[in-house]
């Protein structure tokens, strides 16, 4: 099982910028299509993003489209999510998950068995 570490949540101002890092300790990713979820406060765990192994199918939900990026360095072993225009509601703490799959699923919207292996999560709070 992959063990998967995310990085550089923090505080940020409404409208401000986050980018967010996934990396795996040991293990190559580059088989896995990797997903970032996000769960806040008394709601359940959703899903924001997800990308293949190869990098070229991107998905989003539609709540992040236009202001979040996905992209991986497979070389480097990392996958990033670049966070623009943060908004109060996208507040909560910020996992990655590696898939069983070189494709992400047809749905991201809530996580699925298929994301076998998880980070432990990295908070973001946007306040001013």
């Known amino acids: 099982q992959l063990q998967l570490v995310e990085s550089g949540g923090g505080l940020v101002q409404p409208g401000g910028s986050l980018r967010l890092s996934c990396a795996s300790s040991?293990?190559?990713?580059?088989?896995?299509?990797i997903g970032w979820f996000r769960q806040a406060p008394g709601k359940e765990r959703e899903g924001v993003s997800c990308?293949?192994?190869?990098?070229?199918?991107?998905a989003y939900a539609d709540s992040v489209k236009g202001r979040f990026q996905i992209s991986r360095d497979n070389a480097k072993n990392t996958v990033s999510l670049q966070m623009n225009s943060l908004k109060p509601e996208d507040t909560g703490i910020y996992y990655c998950?590696?898939?069983?799959?070189?494709?992400?699923?047809?749905?991201?919207?809530?996580?699925?068995?298929?994301?076998?292996?998880w980070g432990q999560g990295t908070q973001v709070t946007v306040s001013s």
């Open positions: 998950a590696a898939r069983q799959s070189i494709a992400c699923p047809l749905s991201i919207r809530y996580p699925n068995p298929s994301f076998s292996s």
């Open positions: 040991g293990s190559t990713l580059n088989y896995n299509a």
């Open positions: 990308i293949s192994s190869g990098g070229g199918v991107l």
